[in-house]
C-alpha cells in the first residue's frame, strides 16, 4: 500500500513531526483494530436513499440453501483460501477490516493529491485543458482541483451509501449467515464475528460501486482501481465474511446503483465548467462597468480561470434554483477606504508572520499536491468516524452527507466567486507576498471557508461532542487564508457564514432519513 501523509489535526504535531528525523510517515488509520460494529442497523434498508429510487430498485436473487451442493462449494472455496494465506494476503485481510467506506475514501485522497497538479504552458504559450475524451494526454485527465474534488468525493461515497442500503434491504430479506456461522470448520480470519447476514457482500457491494464510479472520475486509473475492487472482495472471502455467490451478488449490486450516479454525473454540467474565452472576458467587462476593479489572473502568460461556470452543476442537498439565495451581500468596493483598509490588514499579517501562523497557513493550505480542503475534511471526519465504531451502512451514510455538503458548498461558493469577480489582495498591492499559492480564481468568498463551515455544521451535528472543535477549525482553516495574504477578512468571514447554511441543508437531511 503505497503510503501519504495525512493531515494531522494538530499544529504541534505537525512542527513536531517536521522537525523530527523519522522520513517514514504512514497514515494514522494503516493500523486500526477490524470494525467491530455496536450496531448492525438492521432497520438500514429502510433508509432513505439519495438517487436510489427503492431500496430493491435492482433485483437480487435469492441466495442457494445453505444445504445446497453450491454453497457447499462456495464454503470448500473459502476453507481453501485459509489453508495457505501469505503475509501479503494476510495484510490486505486486515486492511480491509478496518472497513471499506474508510478505505476508498483514503484511496480517492490520494488519487485527488496525485492528479491535484495544474498544466504549464505549451510551445504557443497556452495552457492545455485535460481532456476526458483522451485522458492519457497531457494533461492527464483530471485536474482534481477543489471543486472537481469534491465532486469526486460526494459521487462516490453518495454511491456506496445508496448502493448499502439496497445491500441492507436484501440482506434482512434473504437472512443468510456468514460462513463462519454455517460452517465451524471456517474461520473468522482477522475480523470481528458478527450477526449481519453475508448475502449480498457488503465488501463487494462498496467494492463495485466504488470502482465503477471511479473508472469514471479517475480513467487513466482503471487497472489500479479495478485491483482494489479485486482485492477487497477475496479478503472478504479469505477472512471467511463471505463466499464468492455473496461476493458476486454483492459486486452486481453496486455497480447498478453506480450506474445511475454516473447517468448523473455525465448530465450536471460539470463538462462544460470550464467555459469559453468571450465567458471569461465577459465577467471582467461587468466588474468594469459596475466601477470596480475586476480579478485577473497574476500568472504570466494569464491562466484561464478555475471553472467559472461550476456553479451551474446540480447540486445534491437543494435544487439548483436555490444557488442564488445563499448569495451574500457584496464586498466593500474596490474603490472604498474600507477595501483599501481590508488590504491593509492583509499586508499586515504577512509583514511580519509568527511561526505559529505560517504553520496554520501551512496546515490548511492544501494546494498543489494535496487532498484538497474537502479531502482534508474527509481525513479529519474519518479518524473520528472510526472511534464511533459504526457499521459500513452509518459509516457510508455520513461521508456521503459530508461530501455531498462539500460538493454543494463549491457549487455555492464559485457563485459568488464569480458573480463580484473581486481582485485578490496581491492583485490590488504587489507588495504582499503570500505565505502560499495564489489560487487563480476571484477573491470573494473564500472556498477554504465555505468548505470548513459546511463540514463543521454537519460533523457538529453528527457529533455533537466534538462541535466546539470543528467550529474552532473552521474559523482557523478561514482565518489561515487572511493569515496566509490569499484572502481580505470578509471573504473569510462571510465564506464561512455562507458555507454554515450550507452544512445546514445535510443536517436536515439526516434529521429526515430515517438513520437516527
Not at 474534488?149 to 462516490?156: K, W
Not at 442500503?165 to 434473504?174: D, G, L, Q, R, V
Not at 472520475?217 to 463471505?242: H, R
Request: hydrophobic share 40%; proline share 7%.
Amino acid at each position: 500500500m503505497k503510503k501519504i501523509l495525512i493531515p494531522i489535526t494538530s499544529l504541534s504535531l505537525i512542527l513536531g513531526l517536521s522537525a523530527g528525523c523519522n522520513k517514514s510517515i504512514s497514515n494514522r488509520t494503516d493500523s486500526i483494530a477490524p470494525l467491530s460494529a455496536d450496531n448492525n442497523d438492521l432497520t438500514a434498508g429502510s433508509w432513505r436513499p439519495v438517487f436510489l429510487s427503492r431500496a430493491d430498485s435492482f433485483a437480487v436473487a435469492a441466495p442457494a440453501a445453505i444445504n445446497s451442493s453450491s454453497y457447499q462449494a462456495d464454503l470448500n472455496e473459502v476453507k481453501s483460501m485459509q489453508q495457505n494465506i501469505s503475509k501479503d494476503e494476510e495484510n490486505k485481510i486486515k486492511y480491509w477490516a478496518a472497513g471499506g467506506v474508510l478505505r476508498w475514501n483514503e484511496i480517492m485522497r490520494n488519487l485527488v493529491a496525485k492528479y491535484n497538479l495544474p498544466t504549464v504552458t505549451n510551445d504557443a504559450g497556452a495552457y492545455p485543458a485535460p481532456n476526458a475524451a483522451n485522458p492519457f494526454a497531457y494533461p492527464q485527465f483530471p485536474f482534481t482541483n477543489p471543486p472537481y474534488a469534491a465532486r469526486a468525493y460526494a459521487y462516490v461515497s453518495g454511491a456506496q451509501y445508496d448502493a448499502l442500503i439496497a445491500c441492507w434491504y436484501y440482506k434482512t430479506k434473504y437472512n443468510r449467515a456468514s460462513p463462519y456461522k454455517n460452517d465451524s470448520s471456517v474461520a473468522a480470519k482477522f475480523i470481528n464475528k458478527t450477526d449481519l447476514p453475508s448475502y449480498p457482500s457488503e465488501a463487494a457491494v462498496l467494492a463495485g460501486a466504488a470502482a465503477e464510479m471511479m473508472k469514471l472520475l479517475f480513467p487513466t486509473e482503471i487497472a489500479n482501481i479495478q485491483q482494489k475492487a479485486v482485492e477487497q472482495e477475496q479478503a472478504a472471502m479469505a477472512s471467511g465474511a463471505a463466499t464468492r455467490s455473496d461476493v458476486v451478488a454483492g459486486e452486481a449490486l453496486g455497480r447498478q446503483v453506480a450506474q445511475l450516479y454516473i447517468a448523473r454525473a455525465k448530465a450536471d454540467h460539470a463538462g462544460t465548467a470550464g467555459g469559453n474565452q468571450s465567458i471569461w472576458t465577459n465577467f471582467e467587462t461587468i466588474a468594469t462597468g459596475l466601477g470596480e476593479t475586476p480579478w485577473v489572473s497574476l500568472e504570466v502568460p494569464r491562466r484561464p480561470p478555475m471553472l467559472p461556470l461550476f456553479s451551474k452543476v446540480l447540486p445534491m442537498l437543494f435544487d439548483s434554483s436555490a444557488i442564488p439565495s445563499f448569495r451574500p451581500g457584496p464586498p466593500p468596493s474596490t474603490n472604498s477606504e474600507e477595501f483599501k483598509k481590508d488590504a491593509d490588514e492583509v499586508y499586515n499579517f504577512i509583514k511580519n508572520p509568527s511561526r505559529e501562523n505560517i504553520g496554520i497557513v501551512q496546515y490548511w493550505a492544501d494546494g498543489v499536491g494535496t487532498y484538497t480542503p474537502p479531502g482534508h475534511w474527509d481525513a479529519i471526519a474519518s479518524e473520528d468516524f472510526v472511534k464511533k465504531n459504526w457499521s459500513e451502512v452509518r459509516m457510508a451514510r455520513n461521508m456521503a452527507l459530508l461530501n455531498m455538503a462539500e460538493m454543494d458548498a463549491a457549487i455555492v461558493c464559485w457563485d459568488v466567486k464569480y458573480f463580484y469577480f473581486n481582485p485578490r489582495p496581491t492583485q490590488v498591492d504587489p507588495s504582499i507576498k503570500t505565505l502560499t499559492g495564489i489560487p487563480n480564481f476571484p477573491s470573494y468568498v473564500s472556498g477554504h471557508s465555505m468548505f470548513s463551515g459546511a463540514a463543521s455544521t454537519f460533523l457538529s451535528y453528527l457529533l455533537p461532542e466534538n462541535a466546539s472543535k470543528y467550529t474552532a477549525m473552521a474559523k482557523e482553516a478561514g482565518m489561515s487564508r487572511l493569515m496566509g495574504g490569499i484572502h481580505y477578512r470578509v471573504d473569510c468571514e462571510v465564506g464561512l457564514d455562507v458555507g454554515n447554511k450550507v452544512g445546514g441543508y445535510a443536517v436536515q437531511r439526516a434529521q429526515t432519513d430515517g438513520g437516527n
